[in-house]
């Protein structure tokens, strides 16, 4: 590889915000490598490579993707680098709980809004086979953007005889608006 294939895979993983990309494909270079690249990358390049940095967002709010904790708004407390995880307090709630930086965004605001053809109060069906609640059927109770306009939905489940209620965060592609039950016929 040529300076200028090094340059390009490591702004193609800028590009992507991958932090492990980036981590993976400087594993092996020797500090002059990373030196002369780094001097060729942009303000703009050299900017979103440090904000995608774990240890850069102590102290930030965020949304926490999935698992059990998704869709809990928490504050980053510390970054435990040898597990790549986040120590994290849960606003609202006092919790504390460890979750992989990769599971959780910073850029994710709620919305108020309708957003294309999923609305807050919307009942859903999830469609993504891959998903563990498929074929399950929920409520939206809140919209994030990103503001990229990419929409995240926090679908809330009932609770059922051996769990309480929960939720997961859902793309649109993941989820199918349910038709409201049609009214009554008064005759």
């Not at 040529?2 to 092996?28: R, V």
Request: hydrophobic share 35%; glycine share 6%.
């Amino acid at each position: 590889m040529d300076f200028k294939d090094y340059l390009g895979a490591l702004q193609k993983a800028i590009y992507f915000m991958s932090w492990d990309a980036i981590t993976e494909l400087t594993k092996n270079w020797s500090e002059t490598l990373k030196k002369t690249v780094w001097g060729a990358l942009s303000y703009e390049d050299k900017g979103a490579m440090e904000s995608l940095d774990p240890k850069t967002n102590i102290g930030r709010g965020c949304l926490v993707k999935s698992g059990k904790y998704a869709g809990q708004q928490a504050v980053v407390k510390d970054y435990i680098e040898e597990d790549s995880e986040y120590w994290c307090d849960a606003l609202g709630t006092g919790a504390s709980f460890c979750i992989r930086y990769s599971e959780v965004s910073f850029d994710y605001q709620p919305c108020e809004k309708v957003f294309g053809k999923f609305a807050i109060g919307d009942r859903v069906e999830i469609i993504d086979p891959d998903s563990p609640e498929y074929l399950t059927f929920g409520e939206i109770t809140y919209i994030y953007d990103d503001n990229v306009h990419v929409l995240s939905y926090f679908v809330e489940f009932p609770a059922t005889a051996s769990s309480s209620s929960y939720g997961t965060m859902f793309t649109a592609l993941q989820i199918r608006k349910l038709k409201p039950d049609p009214e009554p016929d008064p005759w």
